[in-house]
Nanobody
């Protein structure tokens, strides 16, 4: 099993930036494909970005492509989500997720096995 703890959320003005972190503990970090999802009040959890176990492959939702960047640091067992040009509609709880590493980077929440507790991001207009 792997345990995930997110941090880095907060309040930011539109156009600003935040970097979210997700530290993993437990089984070897490099075994897992990692992803970020978000969930706004009254809405379903939606996919934002994913990175494969080797770090060589990434995928993004259309809504954040070009603004958000996912990366991972194996020495720190941490995956990051750099969020730039933030908009009020980016306001949500952001969740880190993991699944056993393979060639697939799914975008459905049900495809991921482990989840963090979430971190709130609020973007003011």
């Amino acid at each position: 099993q792997v345990q995930l703890v997110e941090s880095g959320g907060g309040l930011v003005q539109a156009g600003g930036s935040l970097r979210l972190s997700c530290e993993a503990s437990g089984r070897t970090f490099s075994y897992y494909n990692m992803a970020w999802f978000r969930q706004a009040p009254g809405k379903e959890r939606e996919f934002e970005a994913a990175i494969n176990w080797s770090g060589r492959s990434t995928v993004y939702a259309d809504s954040v492509n070009g603004r958000f960047t996912i990366s991972r640091d194996y020495a720190k067992n941490t995956v990051y989500l750099q969020m730039n040009s933030l908009k009020p509609e980016d306001t949500a709880v952001y969740y880190c997720a993991a699944r056993t590493g393979d060639t697939v980077l799914p975008t459905r929440p049900a495809s991921y096995d482990y989840w963090g507790q979430g971190t709130q991001v609020t973007v003011s207009s």
